[in-house]
């Protein structure tokens, strides 16, 4: 199944950020199993989000993200982590947030740089630690991944919104604050025709598109 392409802006930064030299168009575009006319409209996308992304010719050039993009290296000990993880943790099972691929790809991260020993430490603390709540509501996946782009990225989107009495509207939007309350996860956002500013709930939202650096 292709990857939407969301998805594939995502991974396609993820790819770059872990790379230590430039990689061609050409390659990126067989990497993502996409065209080359596409893989170029998606590092357009990648520039127009503000992505530090450059271009070298020559041996070894290409497509590369500036060095200063991605968090230096920062130690962590066992018990700092352990913490960490275990309220991200917590944070997912409650669906507290709506960015859960990318705190558990960032827990993932912090778990494999410790070493064996502080694995298992970690492992043993937090079988120790519980966390006791109200789940979020459930909210669908590429809405939540358009949500987190949007919001990160300072980009409109549009939203097709079912209210409480079941009426389907579509709206664009500027996302302001994103909200959790107990059970839900509410957007404070601005609508981009009227001016007016409201909440939405997340898990009322049925599609998400970010309009900026999107193909037509």
């Not at 960015?99 to 079988?127: I, N």
Request: hydrophobic share 40%; net charge positive.
């Amino acid at each position: 199944m292709a990857m939407r392409r969301t998805q594939r802006l995502f991974a396609l930064t993820e790819y770059l950020r872990g790379r230590r030299t430039g990689v061609t168009a050409e390659a990126l575009a067989e990497r993502f199993s996409v065209t080359i006319r596409t893989m170029y409209r998606d590092l357009d996308a990648l520039r127009e989000a503000d992505l530090p992304l450059g271009a070298e010719r020559g041996r070894g050039g290409g497509y590369a993200l500036d060095r200063n993009y991605t968090l230096p290296p920062v130690n962590f000990t066992a018990r700092e982590a352990a913490l960490i993880i275990a309220i991200g943790r917590y944070a997912l099972d409650m669906r507290l947030i709506p960015f859960a691929d990318t705190l558990r790809a960032g827990m993932e991260k912090l778990r494999a740089a410790l070493s064996t020993s502080a694995q298992r430490e970690l492992l043993a603390r937090l079988e120790e630690l519980t966390f006791l709540g109200v789940p979020g509501l459930p909210s669908d996946a590429a809405v939540r991944a358009a949500v987190e782009r949007a919001w990160f990225e300072n980009q409109p989107i549009r939203i097709t919104y079912v209210d409480g009495n079941n009426l389907e509207t579509k709206r664009d939007l500027h996302i302001r604050c994103v909200i959790m309350d107990r059970h839900e996860t509410r957007l404070d956002a601005e609508d981009l025709e009227t001016g007016e500013r409201r909440h939405f709930r997340l898990d009322r939202i049925t599609r998400a598109k970010v309009l900026r650096g999107e193909s037509a």
